[in-house]
């Protein structure tokens, strides 16, 4: 009986043998065809399945690597076409992607050197009590901020209900850092979702503050050379922006505004015939040795009139870190690459 189970296990295992490894090398086998067609990237995928299943195969590995090499020069010439589209988000995403596959990509590598990265932060404080009841029948209600970008594009974030903190990321090409200093408040409103009676969804956007499309008419002045040699934490800059004084001043956005900027050593000046700047930035940190950069508006609080038709907007000013939204941003540690500068400059009228 022995002799016999073990003459059946024997042959089993030498039928499981083959099996096993026509089984390992099915997607390596898939690669292969799919390379002789010139079809590098689903051949990169068949040899990425093939390499996950032996690891330690040396001939996958070298395939991988080979068709990795060819997807990312392929996704580099996608990028450029992306480029002269002006299609930058899109362009931006390929190129992370050709150097995610070769990292040793030269013109992949000297391209990234020519990108700004971008984050757009302030918070949002306003009351809903005057706002017309039926509101509350909406299905959903988001708070939004638009932003004004250089291009001319317009950004869209949503402000968190539970802390009134907004966050967006840009990605900016060829662009110099005073280019920066553009971005500007589009509107701040509610995205409001609500069913008809006859069950269809329609979407509207209820406007607090609308300055529309703004653009500076001019920049002016030149940014010096007095970057830090160590990037330092922007939390570390955010006490010097505590005041012992309130801005009180309320402010109704006339429908159009035109304003100039004008750097002047670490200050932007916000010149407008409006006497007013709350559209603009309130500090702008550069990291130059990274290309990154942080925009923050600021608090910004709302207020609607008695008649329950008008808003205002004013910026608040810190009189304790309690104060300062930033602390709380900070506490997000996908952003943590933002929270350092070599350069800080103070928006002001």
């Known amino acids: 009986m022995n002799y016999r189970f073990l003459a059946s296990f024997k042959i089993f295992f030498l039928f499981l ?8 090398s099915f997607h390596y086998d898939q690669g292969l065809k799919l390379e ?5 990237a689903e051949a990169a995928i068949e040899y990425r399945i093939a390499s996950v299943e032996n690891p330690d195969d040396v001939q996958i590995s070298e395939a991988l690597t080979r068709m990795n090499i060819r997807v990312a020069q392929e996704n ?9 589209k002006e299609e930058f988000h899109k362009a931006y995403r390929r190129l992370e992607t050709a ?7 030269d013109e992949a590598r000297a391209e990234m050197r020519q990108w700004w990265h971008l984050l757009i932060t302030g918070k949002v404080e306003l009351e809903f009590d005057r706002l017309s009841s039926n509101l509350r029948l909406a299905e959903e209600m988001i708070l939004q901020v ?10 869209t974030g949503n402000i968190s209900s539970e802390t009134g903190i907004f966050f967006l990321e ?4 060829q662009t110099h850092p005073k280019q920066l200093a553009e971005y500007t408040i589009n509107t701040i409103g509610l995205k409001i979702k609500r069913k008809s009676s006859l069950g269809y969804v329609r979407n509207e956007f209820k406007k607090f503050v609308n300055f529309r499309e703004l653009a500076p008419l001019q920049v002016s002045g030149n940014i010096s050379s007095t970057f830090l040699k160590t990037p330092q934490n922007v939390l570390d800059h955010r006490p ?8 009180l001043g309320t402010w109704n956005p006339p429908r159009l505004v035109s304003y100039e900027l004008q750097f002047d050593g670490d200050k932007i000046r916000v010149i407008s015939k409006s ?7 309130d500090i702008l940190y550069l990291n130059r040795s990274d290309r990154r950069a942080n925009l923050d508006f600021g608090v910004y609080q709302l207020k609607m009139n008695r008649s329950g038709r008008k808003w205002s907007i004013r910026r608040k000013s810190y009189r304790t870190s309690d104060d300062d939204y930033y602390y709380g941003l900070s506490g997000n540690l996908s952003l943590n690459r933002y929270f350092y500068y070599d350069r800080v400059f103070r928006f002001s009228l």
């Open 17 to 24: 043998i083959p099996w096993f490894i026509v089984g390992c």
């Open 36 to 40: 002789e067609q010139k079809r590098w």
């Open 76 to 84: 580099f010439e996608t990028y450029k076409e992306y480029l002269n």
């Open 99 to 105: 150097l995610t596959q070769n990292p040793e990509l």
């Open 146 to 155: 638009r932003i004004n970008t250089p291009n001319g594009k317009i950004l």
């Open 170 to 173: 840009d990605v900016v090409y």
């Open 240 to 247: 010097a922006l505590l005041t012992d004084t309130e801005s």
């Open 275 to 281: 006497k007013r700047g709350e559209f603009a930035p």
